[in-house]
């Protein structure tokens, strides 16, 4: 059995394997990135880093600090946060992009960091976009990144991959973001949690780069920890573009044409072998994709924007921005909605129209190509190159009972202000015509029928079994359920953005607000030793480790869901907090509590539930249910207390 071309590549910077050692899925493997990206969270990283006991960086090369969610905050202390990032950057010799010169990941590629073929990681949940220049790219978190300081490396479970063939080419009118909002909405039952995507088939070659950097970019909405697109001919003339306006700068030069020329000729070496295996296959013909819109309030739902145009759905605010949709062909599209055939439109009455380049350097090809200046005269407002409301902050966020269509990639209930607030996603396109017109609308052609599948291919089954337990770990737990009656119950739910990014919090008091976001009465019923009983693909959405840790603050045990987010387990066990996967204990008491949760209920009280973790089993009200086994790298890093500890003996051992 061949190799994908996730595995070739994790194995290229896999930490000491055996000489021809290949890795599959489920393996826990030692990773050194080529890069590591952090943004705004540099701050809370260093120290983290400090207190590891690390006093310098293991490989200066390796970060990338890139200053962007939080811009438009001129507090005293944001902008004394930003210093400190500044000083450390300039002490460790780190290349530091200071706010105002864009988007992390939309400067992790414009300056020639990510590299087909490259393992590149992020702390920040949308670092998926990387896998539209050939590398894996994929979020890791905070802890994290302060080890990756110290050691060059952190650990990785290798997920199952899922190849996405994409057939046919797209119809006039259709965008690189319908694709993904398609791809969202209509396989929308976890098809791909937690996996690895490699796209291919013959409709890629029709994708430009840009196009493939916003279906990139969402895989995370789509439940994906990486979206890999291959190296092709149009992977490789973007790269030689860039390398000739490198040598034009005449500053940092990341590569050249002869890098990308012997890349070029060593592309076997990180592409998927023809009989390699993966978990399944998702179809998606192209011709059949035409503009739609994802929502309200969540990318599973979406409608063709033809027929939400009937509805006339009222828009009080609309933008153009962020990592997935604020490129040079997005503000192009977008004006030629306001100035095509020698038209003048105008941002509709009542409609506030916001619109923020990706990067500095995106914001002067728009300028010196009139996009900028038609979208302005059409009644725009410009905002800095950063992310701002589509993550809640700075100007411009929906307030109480407005409705706002978005070219971002994230409109969960409250992400982009008021949780009264209505979100819709939609392309630049659609976005700038219901800007126009003052309700959602789609600018021509019609819906058509989607044409998809998903295989699911048989796998060697996994059983789960006797487990040794490692000294110190406990054989069981036991403690009353907190049924938690929702899937999908985002980060953001956990622990609110307006805290997020507040260094005065101590992990002490992070409990305090666990959960606001998700039920306010959450805080009066939870009891210390509870264990969480959540739905499926709990704790998606950002990387933000304090949705885990705010949990163990507030006294809860652990967390047992039908599924989780990746992304989220990692960090509870980068932070000794325990996530397990039991559908069955999901089910039991989803049926024990069907008429609460119906009620609206979202914190519900329930039996006392035995882990036994040397069988792998829970038991509740007497039914035994089994979960996977948890191994003993898990294992150690719960009883060390998390993964900074791990790392300190690293150190001192060093």
Known sequence: MGTTATEKIVARHAVGLRPGQTVRAGDYVTIRPKHLMTHDNTGAVIPKFKSIGATK????????????HDIQNKTPENLGKYAKIEAFAHEHGIDYYPPGRGIAHQVMIEEG????????????????????????????????AAAIWATGETWWQIPDQVQVVLEGQLPAGATGKDVIITLCGH????????????FTGPGVAKLSIEERMTISNMTTEWGALTGMFPFDDVLKQFLLERARYFAKRGKRIPYTDADVERWWNER???????????????????????????????????????????????????????CVNARLSDFEAAAKVFSGNGSARKVASGVAFYVAAASSDVESQARSLGYWQTLMDAGAIALPPGCGAC?????????????????TNRNFEGRMGDRTALCYLASPVVVAESACRGYIAAPSGSATDVRGDCKVLPAPKRDAGAQDIID??????????????????????IYGKDVTYRDDITREQQGQYAMLNYDPNFQSIAQAGDIIVGGSNFGT?????????????????????????????????????????????????????????????????????????????????????????LSETAQRLVVAGGSEAVVQGQLAAS
């Open 472 to 493: 110190g770990f406990p054989e069981r737990i036991t403690g009353r359920a907190l049924y938690l009656p929702l899937d999908n119950l985002n980060t953001d739910g």
């Open 113 to 144: 960091y990510v590299t087909p073929g490259s393992l590149c990681v992020g702390s920040d949940s949308h670092s998926n976009i990387y896998g539209a220049i050939g590398a894996c790219g994929t979020p890791v978190v905070r802890t994290d």
């Open 268 to 322: 076997d070496t990180f592409a998927a072998d023809a009989d390699a295996h993966y978990a399944k296959i998702v179809t998606l013909d192209l011709s059949t994709v035409s503009p739609h819109v994802s929502g309200p309030n969540s990318v599973k739902e979406m409608a063709p924007a033809a027929a939400l145009e009937r509805e006339k759905i009222k828009v009080n605010r609309a933008y153009l921005m962020s």
């Open 391 to 407: 993550i809640g902050l700075g100007q411009g966020t929906l307030e109480e009972g407005e409705v706002g269509i978005s070219a």
């Open 57 to 68: 960086v293991f490989d200066p090369k390796q970060p990338v600090f890139a200053i962007d």
């Open 187 to 198: 396989f929308k039952n976890d098809e791909v949690l937690n996996c690895c995507l490699e």
């Open 541 to 629: 959405g950002s990387s933000r480790e304090q949705a885990a840790t705010a949990l163990a603050s507030r006294g809860i045990r652990l967390v047992i869901a039908a599924t989780s987010g990746q992304t989220y387990k990692r960090n509870a066990f980068n932070n000794g907090f325990i996530v397990l996967e039991c559908p069955a204990l999901t089910d039991q008491l989803a049926e024990m509590f069907a008429d609460q949760a119906r009620s609206g209920t979202r914190t519900i009280p329930g039996p006392t539930i035995d882990i036994d973790f040397a069988k792998s089993t829970v038991t509740c009200n007497g039914k035994t249910h089994t979960f996977g086994t």
